[in-house]
């Protein structure tokens, strides 16, 4: 008895002994202060139970990693950016709202992507619409088709994806295929290299090239981008597998937002598809753009009549700044009437919590649309507590009833809605590489608003007698969780 106890005081004494390095490192390495303490406090306090997901989620810092992301961007943006971005950035004027004027003046600084005239965008407000329109496009394809999804499944859907693009490839179309490791961790090697057999030029995305860390879960390629010809390009929420069509309960009808565009803004799109192809394989995508009207205004689509202006926003955790963050923040401190989000994961930083209440401080329409079913247990316990506070602001918190709500939708005022693959938490934040597509237009933000109008008539708004009458426990659990948010 007496061996045993002495081991198992020695493991005790050990487990205490690695949580404080790792806690030590943590303080070291750790890209945000909130992080840190909640990493250093976990791993002191229960390295018994934190020990091993630091080495997967918490060892954010890779030796030159971020240096030469930055520097490999900035190489393609100087040299191998889209020629219209020229002439069609010069040719752009701001919005003549003064609130789309200033929004769009920062974020151009921020992403560093011009601001394009001259685009039609649509919504596409669930699964099948998206993949019936991306299958459409991809079935229509003569140059080439680029496809790049945080989680690919291997099944029906899965199944159709690839049979499409295989028959394009065997038609003598180009195509290109990124997924990412992490995301799509479970897609067997037959399924890749049944891609790569068919002619699909078929890659992972991998955190880096030289320092690859297996058991490193930080990093991601959250982006969904699909482009076809240079003509039209798909993003938003969706990933490829059943659940997208609301095809595993109890989440299903999963209710998620695509957008198509076409114009300009293509190119862009297809550029933050570029760099992470780059990044991957070292090679450069032939992606021939199709020539660009002499007047902008024309390359909109005639089927709408619109001529609307988009600027993509890319994020990532190699960017100067912390670019998804602080598009939120703008997008929040720049509306005067309304800012509505839609996000499946309410977990905001402190900079982005308090562009929220400021907004609805000064008497802004602030909504934000959430899930009320669970897809991570305690990202939604974090997530009802941040409600809950919000509540007291003033910010009015909706919970989507049908099903799972996972998209990804910011409407500011009349004039401007933003669709693509950033959620409200630290992870886009700051860990994930992102896109968004701002489009600044009335008619489109008419749109958007149609849209999460009959969402909202779905959903049901809470108050705060849902956390006064939570259990003890309940609030508890809710408390707990919201330590971990730095990390979630």
Request: proline content about 5%; aromatic content about 10%.
């Amino acid at each position: 008895m007496q061996f045993d106890l002495l081991h198992v005081g020695t493991l005790v004494a050990l487990a205490h002994i690695l949580g404080v390095v790792a806690a030590c490192h943590a303080i070291l390495n750790t890209r945000t202060s909130q992080g840190a303490i909640a990493w250093a406090v976990s791993l002191v306090a229960m390295p018994y139970l934190t020990l091993v997901p630091y080495l997967f989620l918490g060892r954010s810092k890779f030796a030159g990693y971020a240096d030469a992301r930055r520097v490999e961007n900035e190489l393609l943006r100087a040299h191998a950016h889209p020629p219209e971005w020229d002439r069609l950035a010069s040719s752009a004027q701001l919005p003549a709202h003064a609130l789309g004027g200033r929004l769009v003046h920062s974020l151009t600084r921020l992403g560093g992507m011009p601001f394009l005239p001259g685009n039609s965008v649509r919504t596409l407000v669930n699964g099948t619409a998206t993949f019936e329109a991306i299958f459409q496009a991809i079935e229509n394809a003569r140059h080439y088709v680029i496809v790049q999804f945080f989680i690919v499944r291997d099944d029906a859907l899965g199944e159709m994806f690839k049979d499409a693009l295989i028959a394009k490839a065997q038609q003598g179309v180009r195509v290109y295929f990124l997924y990412d490791s992490i995301g799509s961790f479970d897609l067997p090697h037959r399924y890749v290299a049944s891609l790569r057999a068919g002619g699909v030029d078929t890659h992972s995305f991998a955190t880096n090239r030289r320092f690859v860390n297996r058991l490193q879960l930080n990093f991601r390629n959250h982006r969904k981008i699909v482009s076809v010809d240079g003509e039209r390009a798909f993003v938003g929420g969706h990933n490829v597998g059943v659940e997208y069509l609301g095809g595993k309960p109890p989440l299903s009808p999963w209710r998620d937002t695509h957008i198509e565009v076409r114009g300009p803004a293509v190119a862009s799109i297809q550029f933050v598809f570029t760099e992470d192809w780059y990044w991957a394989t070292q090679q450069l995508p032939q992606l021939d753009l199709p020539t660009a009207p002499s007047d902008p205004a024309n390359s909109a689509d005639p089927a709408t009549g619109h001529d609307m202006h988009c600027l993509v926003v890319p994020s990532g955790p190699a960017d100067k700044q912390e670019t998804c963050s602080l598009f939120f923040v703008e997008a929040i401190n720049a509306a005067r009437e309304r800012i509505w989000i839609t996000t499946p994961y309410l977990v905001p930083d402190e900079a982005v919590f308090s562009a929220l209440r400021l907004a609805a401080l000064r008497g802004v329409d602030v909504r934000i649309l959430i899930p009320s079913r669970r897809d991570h247990v305690v990202v939604f316990e974090a997530s009802k507590l941040y409600a809950y506070d919000s509540l007291r602001a003033g910010i009015r918190i909706f919970r989507y009833q049908p099903g799972f709500l996972h998209q990804k939708v910011v409407l500011i005022d009349s004039v401007a809605a933003a669709v693509g693959s950033a959620n409200l938490d630290n992870r886009s934040f700051r860990l994930n590489f992102e896109i968004m597509v701002m489009t600044v237009d009335r008619n489109f933000a008419k749109e958007v608003e149609t849209m999460l109008l009959a969402d909202f008539t779905e959903s049901r708004e809470i108050d705060r007698n849902e956390y006064r009458h939570a259990s003890a426990l309940r609030r508890v659990l809710m408390h707990v969780a919201r330590l971990f948010s730095p990390i979630l």
